[in-house]
């Protein structure tokens, strides 16, 4: 007789996340190089102006900064999406 092989059971794939529709409209305003002096020289970060809003009467606006331009806007959006304010229209 053969012997066989037991195979252990396939794992199934998880589905494939569908790309998560976005609540609110984000738009960078501004994007600034600053400077900090150091004994070696300047060390340069970003800093970036975004503005988030919901097309109805929510609006947010953010400052960050960060090492590179897309953590300051990273982190730009996320104080925005925290200092929301509603505005009549």
Known sequence: MEAQIQQA?????????????????????????????????????????????DRKNKVGIGIAKGADVTAAITKATEVAKKNFITVSL
């Open 9 to 53: 059971p396939r794992r199934q794939r998880r589905p494939e996340m569908a790309p998560e529709e976005k609540q609110f409209d984000e738009r960078t305003l501004h994007i600034d190089r600053v400077a900090r002096v150091v004994k070696g020289g300047r060390r340069f970060r970003f800093r970036a102006l975004v503005v988030v809003g």
